[in-house]
């Protein structure tokens, strides 16, 4: 079993680099805090007798070794950056309940048969540098190493500028094998919370469709034009917002439709809007379902433009199938929760993980634990020690077996 | 009969002052553009023998004296203030077709026995400084002076450090009374064009009341979050979007709900709406339709929020009353369009003007003539050379039947 309140100390430890005063942590990818949080993991994991790799996205691997090196190592990991207005446990979480294993290994002095790795892969949350997830991204040949390190922030610095300076720019090279990836995670939702349960054992994650819809009206004068005569891009825009809530809603439990972003234009008071751009967010458990929806919202908007003479225009952004996990990994963290007396339930992953994508060159699985009132990416995400160490316990278990110790 | 050509010409060269590449006209509120182009009316009023007086919030006075110097001016005027992106006839016209007058009157040695005034009247438009109608609201003492000349631009330049910039801050003192104040005007919408007139007889401005409307609900991940436990703003705040339309569309033909703003917190794409602010305008011929509409809204609001969990408020920001021209000088402008062979209609002015203010402590009376497509604060306004002349000559005959020739 793990240690608690070992592990509760280290989230702490790792909190205050890049502390908000409102109890959060801004902690953004490639910048002086992440190399001050990536230098005390690495600092922690050395102490615990690991090797570090380090690889040319910034990735870094902790490795214990096993009795047979030859195998594959069973990994761990997440994320050490952060939102701007981030929590302490999102992706940290992850991290640290992988060093935690760590540790417990060797205060037990047990040997694996397979290495262990823990990895702290560079860039999940997408805040600074686009595309999100972008370590674990690379890891699986989502997209190529090239292209990550090309991308730029709002201040021009590039991904593999940022790298260098903050001396994290390691070895090219192809992606190593892995025998089997968990990866322990706050849940970011309120299902597990809702029902009462400890353990979420995450079957999937969702696909997600993003678009761009921009609605093409006339700008005119609020006052002098008749109700009848206008061509206003709002009220379009408006019905498609409920139209997106309604292809989700229809299609429960699993599948969400969010508009995040709407902008206005010219957005002054007494003007009939001429112009709205706003996003979409599709997402659904299965391929079919998520072009189905995906063709309701198609609909949706072309009769709107019809109906009210605007042009409506809908571009995809962002395309991720759905996913599932690995059964043979998804039941030993079923099992290993119901050995250790935890309650859980099976959930799917409402939201993009690292562990998606190295589900596509391994096999991996997550385990949720409940958050507060299901709140993340914000500052008061917060989350019980005993769900952190009961997720813990369930990973060092899941992790050993398929490790053979 | 006024001199269309003439006319015609003195648009074109004031538009030169403050010309858009895309033809239409920047001449912001008390700019040195502004300047220039007082400047230019000055002269001109000059030259066509009138005495010239400014008044303490700028507004200038252009006199001609007529046989009876006791009685009170029959006044015509608008605004040369622009919007950012304002056009060549919004305002400038109704200046021009009052110099027209004076200028015709010259050509023909016609002597009234009113004497004759035009008005520049100060900030119209508001796109720097608000209040709007800024001039004729201080005029009519819809509120005072001070208040006026104490109102800053972005830059946090007041009235009256702008006024004394560009050297019209004139006297002070009480606004003078006026026998009867007719304004030319182009139309700022699609009525007449549609129905193939060339002169409104405006009999009324519609009432308006804008508001602020706050959605409060909570930002949460758009991913795990199910769509039976969001409480997401932007559905709401777009439900009421539908809800304004629907309360004016209602209540055809004159009145009008608009959402011209709306704006999304956090606005990211994968963030369920935690906060919506949009502004509400809505618009109606009588005090009682305007109330209702005022109640249908704040119960839609109510409902809205008791439905989604939400909190929504509502403030009122600016309140307008319908204000009825005055029958006799209504009924001028029908006539003399009909002796003049113009095919007219009557309308209701649903934007506010300068006339609206000043109708509170004058008879007054408005004359729309068409602009093209209906379009207006917008570089591309235009109107056509014959409707501003067939304006112009009914602003004539009207003031020359109030003056008594
Ligand atoms: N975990 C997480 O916030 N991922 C970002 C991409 C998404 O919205 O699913
Ligand atoms: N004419 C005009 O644009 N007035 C501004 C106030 C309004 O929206 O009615």
């Known amino acids: 079993r793990i240690d ?14 890049g502390a908000t005063a409102k109890g959060g942590v801004c902690r953004i990818a490639l910048t002086e805090l992440d190399r001050q ?16 790799r380090v690889d ?13 090196e030859a195998l594959p190592p069973v990994m761990t990991g997440s994320h050490i950056d952060t939102q701007p207005t981030g929590g302490k446990f999102d992706g940290n979480y992850g991290v640290l309940a992988g060093l935690e294993v760590l540790r417990t290994l060797n205060a037990a002095g047990v040997r694996t048969r397979a290495p262990i790795e823990v990895a702290v892969w560079t860039n999940e949350e997408g805040s600074r540098f686009v595309p999100v997830m972008m370590g674990s991204g690379v890891f699986a040949g989502a997209f190529t190493l090239e292209h990550a390190l090309a991308q730029r922030d709002a201040q021009g610095i590039s991904v593999g500028e940022a790298l260098r300076s903050i001396g994290y720019a390691g070895q090219a090279g192809p992606a190593p094998a892995v025998g089997a990836y968990f990866e322990a995670h706050i849940e970011q939702g309120p299902v597990l919370e ?6 979420g054992v995450v079957t999937a994650a969702l696909g997600q469709r993003w678009y761009d819809v921009t609605v093409q009206g006339m700008e005119a004068h609020a006052g002098p034009t008749p ?9 379009a825009a408006s019905e498609l917002v409920l139209e997106v809530n309604r292809i989700a809603v229809e299609r429960k439990p699993h599948a969400r439709g969010t508009v995040g ?12 809007p001429g112009r709205v751009k706003f996003s979409v967010d599709l997402r659904a458990p299965d391929d079919a379902q998520l072009l189905d929806m995906d063709q309701a919202l198609r609909a949706a908007c072309a009769r709107s433009a019809a109906e009210r003479g605007l042009a409506i225009d809908v571009e995809q ?12 990994l998804v039941q030993a963290v079923r099992a290993n929760a119901d050995d250790l007396g935890y309650s859980s339930m099976d959930v799917v992953s409402g939201a993009g993980h690292d562990a998606v994508y ?15 009132d299901g709140i993340s990416h914000n500052e008061i995400e917060s989350a019980e020690p005993a769900h952190l160490e009961a997720g813990c316990n369930v990973l060092l278990r899941a992790m050993l077996a398929a490790a053979e110790v």
């Open 37 to 52: 949080g990536r230098d005390l993991f690495v600092r922690w994991a050395r102490e615990a007798g690991c090797s570090i």
């Open 227 to 235: 109700m009848e005569l206008r061509r206003d891009a709002l009220l």
């Open 358 to 372: 190295v589900a596509r060159v391994a096999p991996a699985a997550m385990i949720f634990v409940p958050c507060d």
């Open 4 to 17: 608690g309140a070992r592990l509760w100390q280290s989230l702490m430890e790792l909190a205050r680099i």
């Open 56 to 68: 040319a996205i910034g990735n870094i691997f902790a490795r214990r070794t096993g009795t047979d």
């Open 261 to 272: 972003t709407l902008e206005v234009f010219p957005n002054s008071r007494n003007v009939i």
């Open 194 to 199: 809702n029902h009462g349960r400890v353990i």
């Open 317 to 328: 952004v962002v395309y991720f199938p759905p996913q599932p996990f690995t059964p043979r």
